[in-house]
């Protein structure tokens, strides 16, 4: 199918159509956080606690800071690491599930047996404890997360390794020379990539919702405002100033939604079966 077609095909699914423009609505609002963000997010003002208002569209905290400024810079967090963990996940899981589907036997075991390890492992309490001992930081909670999210993608792919490593095409190959690197990467990977992209979005949606937790539990960065951050912020005035939790909570919330949303979409166009005619 052209890409005319399978946009043509995405867009019958009008949830994960109008998903997807949120989707980019929430990174252009991150990419262009300064210009949009009526004030320094970290500017202190006189009006403290002060309700969703003309001027202050979402309210301020305790110390007047605007909150609408603080949700919209705190959108730049949670999407970077979705992207960049997810990044990571997919290019450790498609490398192993290729190795593991491809070659089969004792190196199939090993990496199948490491593969489940990993998968059985509470994720959230793993981070927790990887995150406690190595010290906060963007860079180490995107190191953490994407290591933790490859299991899915890598048992995909070894599937779809064990389907097409029989296929015509691929024996073709072997018998006209080509080595075991090109027969992965050139005849079966692009082949096996598809169901792959799917599981991508839940690991998006798996890692904002991972950082969150790690954020309002204080193992966040400490230099960068995120929706996890003002959570946890926001805990100890929820009885007086509920707009402190509503609106970090609604976007973390619109966010995972839109991306579940739109892997469905995703799965809608790239599944033969699922496609409607």
């Given at each position: ?149 490859w299991p899915e993608v890598a048992r995909v792919v070894r599937a779809q390794f064990l ?49 969150a937790g790690l954020s309002f539990l204080g193992l966040g960065d400490p230099n960068l ?53």
């Open positions: 199918m052209s890409w005319r077609q399978l946009w043509q095909q995405f867009r019958r699914n009008r949830a994960a159509e109008w998903s997807l423009y949120l989707i980019i609505g929430f990174i252009l609002a991150a990419a262009l956080a300064y210009p949009l963000s009526p004030y320094d997010p970290f500017a202190l003002g006189n009006d403290t606690l002060t309700p969703p208002r003309v001027g202050h569209w979402m309210g301020t905290d305790d110390l007047g800071r605007d909150t609408l400024s603080r949700v919209i810079h705190g959108s730049r967090v949670p999407l970077l690491v979705g992207f960049l963990a997810t990044a990571a996940s997919m290019a450790l899981g498609i490398l192993i599930g290729a190795l593991s589907g491809y070659f089969g036997g004792r190196t199939d075991v090993i990496l199948m047996r490491v593969t489940e390890y990993v998968l059985v492992v509470p994720r959230f309490f793993l981070a927790l404890l990887v995150i406690a001992m190595l010290g906060t930081g963007i860079g180490k909670i995107i190191l953490v997360i994407g290591i933790l999210g389907t097409f490593r029989e296929r015509e095409f691929v024996i073709a190959a072997r018998a006209i020379g080509a080595s075991h690197r090109k027969v992965i990467f050139r005849e079966i990977l692009p082949n096996a990539i598809p169901p792959a992209v799917v599981v991508a979005s839940i690991l998006v949606a798996r890692a904002i919702l991972l950082e405002i995120s929706w996890g951050s003002l959570l946890s912020e926001a805990q100890e005035r929820l009885g007086v100033s509920v707009w402190l939790a509503l609106f970090p909570g609604l976007a973390i919330s619109l966010l995972v939604l839109c991306i579940n949303l739109f892997g469905d979409g995703i799965n809608d166009v790239l599944n033969p079966k699922l496609r409607k005619k």
